[in-house]
């Protein structure tokens, strides 16, 4: 931070010359930072004082919303500069982000090429592997010689995003196997690629799922993976950088539908008043609506429950909270095991078997425990009237009932939301919660009456 704000007094100060050397040597993500503490005026100025390619990694870093700025502030001939430099799958990002105006000027600086590959990989779903991929790569053919790998490896290298894994295609551009700069460096140069490239690749199709695709780079701990088509024809990869903002991206989705709002890419602070109130209402009016069933039924059997007895319905908070708090922990735990691809389809029966048994163990132990307050502290100790054994039980008892069921809603949901092709993270904790109100309810109330009635 103390870097941060000596580069904003140098250039608040018109001291360039000194400044220049520091931004020069700083890394492009903590430039980012800077940038986004500058007036609309001083965008411009840093920028220019950067070298190029290194003011071109630092716009990639920007938000949205800084980029947007910065554009207007750039001539033509500092666009296609940027444009560049840029790699391709950025600069197809930028263009998904930016408005109509904006995104006409950027491709008016493209050269013809460029753009016919952004037109390719934008025409792509945006949540599939093809979206997120890029072009730049390394490929080589199993007829070169070590040599001739290196050769092209040096040619290549400056445009392309990764050199460590290079892919061998045949002549129609298959892929049919892979190998490392190591094992290229380790390898006589004479021999050739073919007889030291790795046959048994890991890939994905363009139409994958991208979130599929960010975990297998996870789990195989890839720095890339080779996208191609249907005929097996290497088109592209996707890197192990366009991985994490692809989980961090599904994340925060998630997140936000688990909260019952709608996600934003947009930073917390630089996010509108109305632009809040419009991701969150939807959702809030829908909640609000289904928790009207809760009301709807302690209308029906309040009277019925006073006149057993007021510790009944006092009770009734306790029943709902747990049953709620149960729900949220097992939906909330398959759906992030789902994620992870931990879980499919076909394993429901063994997480309800496995959430079955778990929930009558935790009823047991909080039935017991909610016994032993109800009699000890709010019979014994603070004196209410009316903490009769048998009531006490019968409270119990439901709340045992409720914990088995908020645990079955709750993992099963997920799976149901994920039948019907729906993002699981949709019945999150807020659904879970609505539901088993109104399920612990009923079981409660109709329990009481029909032991104490």
Not at 42 to 65: C, G, N
Not at 132 to 140: F, V
Not at 153 to 160: F, Q
């Amino acid at each position: 931070m103390e870097l941060n704000e000596r580069i904003l007094q140098l250039l608040r100060e018109r001291k360039f010359s000194e400044l220049k050397p520091i931004a020069a040597s700083m890394n492009e993500v903590d430039l980012a930072e800077v940038f986004e503490e500058l007036d609309t005026t001083e965008l411009p100025i840093l920028f220019r004082i950067l070298p190029k390619d290194l003011a071109a990694a630092a716009f990639a870093e920007l938000d949205r919303d800084t980029k947007e700025t910065l554009i207007h502030k750039l001539t033509d001939f500092e666009i296609r500069s940027v444009m560049d430099e840029l790699f391709l799958d950025d600069t197809v990002d930028l263009i998904e982000e930016m408005p109509a105006n904006v995104v006409k000027r950027i491709l008016s600086q493209s050269d013809k090429e460029t753009r016919k590959y952004i037109n390719d990989i934008l025409k792509y779903p945006r949540d599939s592997a093809g979206s997120i991929m890029t072009i730049e790569y390394i490929s080589l053919h199993s007829d070169m010689t070590v040599a001739e790998a290196f050769e092209k490896i040096r040619k290549k290298a400056i445009d392309s995003e990764t050199i460590y894994t290079c892919y061998v295609t045949d002549n129609v551009n298959r892929l049919i196997g892979l190998v490392t700069a190591k094992k290229l460096m380790l390898s006589p140069k004479d021999i050739t690629v073919g007889d030291i490239m790795d046959t048994n690749v890991i890939y994905s199709y363009t139409t994958d799922d991208r979130e599929e695709v960010a975990l297998k780079l996870t789990d195989y701990r890839f720095l890339a993976l080779p996208i191609v088509d249907a005929e097996m024809r290497l088109v592209g990869i996707v890197t192990v950088d366009d991985a994490i903002d692809v989980i961090r991206e599904e994340t925060t989705e998630d997140i936000a539908k688990m909260a019952a709002t709608a996600s934003s890419d947009v930073p917390y602070l630089k996010t509108s008043v109305f632009e809040i109130w419009k991701n969150r209402i939807p959702w809030l009016l829908i909640l609000m609506v289904s928790g009207t069933f809760t009301s709807l039924i302690l209308n029906v059997y309040e009277s019925r429950l006073n006149a057993i007895s007021s510790v009944l319905f006092a009770c009734v908070p306790m029943i709902m909270g747990t049953g709620g708090n149960c729900g949220s922990q097992a939906s909330v735990t398959v759906i992030r095991s789902m994620s992870l691809g931990q879980l499919e389809g076909r394993d429901v029966l063994k997480v309800l078997l496995k959430e079955l048994r778990a929930s009558i163990l935790l009823g047991v132990t909080l039935a017991a425990a909610c016994f032993v307050k109800l009699i000890l502290l709010d019979n014994m100790l603070f004196g209410f009237d009316g903490y009769t054994p048998v009531r006490c039980a019968v409270v119990s008892a439901a709340l045992l009932l409720t914990v088995v069921l908020a645990k079955i809603v709750g993992c099963s949901l997920p799976f149901i939301a994920k039948l019907c092709r729906l993002d699981p993270a949709v019945v999150a904790s807020p659904f879970i919660t609505t539901i088993v109100d109104v399920l612990s309810l009923m079981i409660y109330c109709m329990l009481a009456i029909a032991v104490l009635a």
